[in-house]
């Protein structure tokens, strides 16, 4: 005998899911930003110094001579160099003479003629220097700074921010369902 059977069949439901994800977008955008720097106030005083020379006692000691006088003394100069002169050459004509006494005497002669003596430097002080009056009034200068603060301006910006919100959506993929059977 068979007994009767009873079957039974299920297919399970399946849920499905569209997933949409979120998109989140921040931008930072840099602050702006203005600085200048005034330059500072400079206010500079001088005051120049004197410097004061006084000669006058000085001419007075100077000689204002006639330009006879010159003449004359300048005639004398000429006459005292020609002799000075005159005299050299003839010492020089009797160390010649004595030239077969041996030595080196014509090199001896080039040599004092042919370097002469250092020339003068052609300074002369003609009067007292300490009779010179100097007076020296310094300068003065006064630098006055005056520093200035920067200017700074600054703006923030604020952030760019975009948000997208996700979605889930559900949809059923497989319904569920049930089969029962007799077998009998």
Do not use: C
Request: no cysteine; glycine share 8%; charged share 20%.
């Amino acid at each position: 005998m068979a007994i009767p059977q009873l079957q039974v069949q299920t297919t399970p439901g399946r849920l499905g899911l569209t997933i949409e994800k979120s998109v989140q977008e921040i931008e930072q955008p840099q602050a702006t930003m203005e600085q200048e720097q005034p330059a500072a106030v400079l206010d500079i005083t001088t005051t120049p110094s004197k410097l004061s020379i006084d000669t006058t006692a000085v001419r007075e000691d100077i000689d204002q001579k006639s330009s006879f006088r010159r003449t004359e003394e300048y005639a004398q100069l000429g006459r005292q160099a020609v002799l000075d002169g005159i005299g050299r050459r003839a010492s020089e004509g009797q160390q010649l003479l004595s030239i077969e006494n041996g030595g080196n005497v014509i090199a001896d002669l080039a040599k004092q003629n042919g370097t002469p003596p250092p020339a003068p430097l052609g300074i002369r002080f003609i009067a007292d220097r300490s009779k010179i009056q100097l007076s020296i009034t310094p300068g003065t200068t006064t630098i006055n700074a005056t520093p200035r603060k920067p200017i700074l301006n600054v703006q923030v910006n604020k952030p760019i921010h975009t948000y997208t919100p996700g979605k889930v959506t559900g949809h059923i993929e497989q319904y569920p369902s049930i089969q029962i059977d007799w077998k009998g």
